[in-house]
């Protein structure tokens, strides 16, 4: 058979488990050692799969991580050296590099894992010379077990394939890894050899397995294996030479049945864990979260049906245009449920392709100790929203601009421990990432209680580089002097290092941003912290957008950069400092002529000038069109290269309902203007 055909879900399910690794890891560096037999778990799980797929460097690198991890779960090794840790780090690093090598289409012979399996063997060696230092650690391993040490008795497991599973033997081969990580195979039935050469008929087959881990937690390990629909473990007793059935639990997301038999207590109870209708109906909750429906989908068919459900969505204005222009009103009913249809189609595909933030945010805890510990600051991090969605294609815009931010905060915000108890400030650096909705738009913070931002520091930055003189200096603003740092090759740094210092990151994540119409705000007190606020769009495809005319064209400004839209009389139109301004409620507004703007003929003489205010960056410009038509939803499309002269002024195209195309302006250029 092929195995081409299972590169997907076997990539997919092997980035979820490096995934789990990472997170068991930091949980383990951090003193929590009940997580060691999860991360044995996992490697385990690892193994097989690589296994199973030919992928032979992962899977030996793997079993040699389970080596060390089987001694330190027997407490046989203790971890507790941050060099022990940081070389568990290191395999999963290889780990990663070899499913990026995979996942572009080679294998992971081109990963040399000859001097980590070598440190791995040395760390296994040495167990016998660190008993004394193991000893802590094993008696914590032993009191985290003691309530679940029981004698190992036999138990029936019953494994049932989900319908048209193509790779049953190697299924049932991974099932059999992970039981028997948690116990002895006695026997399968059909027999082994048959067993993992899937040559069984049906879609059930049985384990024999002699164990002291409790049921749910076989039924757990089986689940965890992809494309297993369910799973019913029977307890098996001996008694008076006959095996009977004491306890039953099934799988399959409906029920589970308890059948205890009249066996006298005193005599099985060594062997039977008296279990009660409490962990029964908790077993019931935990099946139903493993056995959740969920279909693995190619991001290409979502992104080919989102194209078609805009088409839908073009379609379905250009109807009610033709259907309001014809006045027909035996059409007024069926264009209502076509609307009200297509909206929760288009509703439901947009839904299909947002994703939780915590794809991006289960990066950074890794992120933050590797840098941490790097720089020397002691940092807790706090993460909140993980659960907030974002549309996928914005998922992966602002993987990158966020690890910019978190870096800039760890290197330039946070002090080292030393400063910081100098100020009078915890020893221990906060840095708080949160993701929150605000109405249409998804909010990404990085927060920190560091330096915050020195204003003179900046100006006498900006003087050097000549981007100010001397004298300007007591009339620029904090904010104004914040947009230095935007400013490519911009740096406060007074080293370069790995990290920062280079002026690279700020203006990188300032035009990233504002590429997929998102906004960047920062909020910063010297010696308090500083908040960069990122507002992103929740999606990139359908947007709600103003139209206006501009010399008999329509455009298209999207809703989300639009504060306002007035109606200014032409004598309140000023010139200072060769800039063209208005007052706005108090404060200086400066207009941008859109004609001029893009090169068109003048205007003619009106004294009403229609002026949308666009909020691109920090700055509010007021942008003077011909005339406004009204809000529409519409469906991005992209220009694409096309060698069009200055094409950066538009963001995008999109299609009206008479089939007339508008162009999408990019507020950010108008900023520039």
């Known amino acids: 058979m092929d195995m081409k055909d299972y590169l997907g879900p076997f990539v997919d399910e092997t980035e979820e488990n490096l995934q789990r690794l990472n997170e068991h890891l930091l949980a383990f560096e951090q003193g929590d050692h009940s997580v060691v037999d999860e991360i044995f778990r996992v490697a385990h799980t690892l193994k097989g799969m690589a296994a199973t797929m030919g992928f032979a460097k992962m899977a030996e690198l793997t079993h040699k991580m389970e080596d060390v991890l089987d001694l330190a779960r027997q407490g046989k090794l203790a971890l507790r050296r941050s060099e022990d840790i940081a070389l568990l780090f290191e395999c999963l690093d290889t780990l990663n590099l070899m499913l990026d090598e995979i996942r572009s289409g080679k294998d992971d012979t ?18 016998a010379d660190s008993s004394e230092a193991s000893a802590p650690i094993a008696e914590e391993q032993k009191n985290i077990e003691k309530k679940d040490v029981k004698a190992p008795y036999l138990k029936k497991i019953k494994v049932k394939l989900k319908e048209g599973c193509m790779l049953k ?213 706090e993460i909140e929203g993980r659960e907030t969605e ?93 947009q230095f740092l935007f400013m490519p090759g911009f740096s406060t740094s007074d080293k370069v290092t790995d990290i920062s210092g280079r002026g690279v990151g700020l203006d990188a994540v300032k035009n990233k941003v504002e590429s997929i119409g998102g906004r960047l705000s920062i909020e910063s007190e010297e010696n308090k912290g500083t908040t960069i606020k990122v507002k992103l769009p929740i999606t990139l495809a359908i947007v709600l957008a103003l139209l206006v005319k501009i010399d008999g064209q329509i455009y298209a400004i999207p809703l989300e950069s639009v504060d306002e839209t007035l109606l200014v009389d032409k004598e309140d139109v000023k010139i200072v400092n060769g800039s063209t301004v208005t007052m706005l409620r108090g404060s200086m507004l400066y207009l941008v002529d859109s004609r001029e703007f893009y090169g068109l003929p003048k205007r003619e003489d009106t004294s009403i000038l229609p002026v949308v205010v666009m909020r691109a960056g920090f700055r509010k410009i007021g942008f003077i069109v011909d005339d406004f038509i009204g809000q529409q939803e519409i469906v991005i499309k992209s220009l694409g290269n096309t060698g069009m002269v200055k094409i950066n002024w538009f963001s995008g195209g999109t299609i009206l309902g008479d089939g007339s195309v508008a162009l999408i302006i990019d507020p950010a250029t108008v900023e520039e203007a």
């Open 110 to 127: 081109a990963i040399d894992i000859s001097d980590i399996e070598a440190r791995l063997k040395k760390l296994c060696e040495g167990t």
């Open 169 to 381: 033997g190697a299924r049932a081969f991974m099932v059999l890894e992970e039981l028997s990580s948690l116990g002895r195979v006695e026997s399968t039935e059909p027999e082994m050899e048959k067993l993992v050469e899937g040559e069984f008929s049906g879609d059930v087959f049985f384990v024999f397995l002699e164990t002291s881990v409790n049921s749910d937690r076989l039924i757990s390990a089986v689940l965890d294996v992809s494309e297993i629909e369910s799973c019913d473990v029977e307890d098996m007793l001996e008694e008076s030479g006959e095996i009977v059935e004491s306890e039953k639990v099934m799988d399959g997301g409906n029920n589970v049945e308890r059948n205890i038999n009249a066996v006298d207590e005193a005599n099985v109870h060594k062997k039977i864990p008296n279990k009660t209708n409490e962990r029964a109906t908790e077993a019931i909750r935990n099946i139903k979260k493993k056995t959740s429906q969920t279909v693995r989908v190619d991001v290409n068919r979502l992104d080919k049906l989102l194209n078609l459900v805009g088409e839908l969505v073009i379609g379905r204005s250009r109807i009610e245009r033709l259907a309001k222009e014809s006045n027909l009103k035996e059409f007024e009913e069926p264009i209502l449920q076509l609307g009200r249809i297509s909206k929760e189609i288009q509703e439901l595909v947009t839904k299909l392709r947002m994703l939780p933030i915590s794809f991006i945010f289960d990066r950074f805890p890794r992120l933050v100790r590797d840098l941490s510990k790097e720089l020397g600051k002691k940092v807790h991090l």
């Open 390 to 482: 974002l549309d996928r294609s914005v998922i992966d815009e602002i993987g990158d601009p966020l690890v910019h931010l978190i870096r800039n905060s760890l290197d330039h915000g946070l002090e080292p421990p030393e400063e910081r108890v100098a100020k009078g400030k915890p020893e221990e650096g906060l840095l708080r990432i949160r993701a929150y909705q605000d109405g249409s738009s998804v909010v990404v913070s990085v927060e920190d209680d560091g330096r915050g931002i020195n204003k003179e520091k900046i100006l006498k930055k900006a003087v050097e580089k000549g981007l100010i003189s001397q004298e300007q200096i007591d009339s620029i603003s904090e904010r104004d002097a914040i």
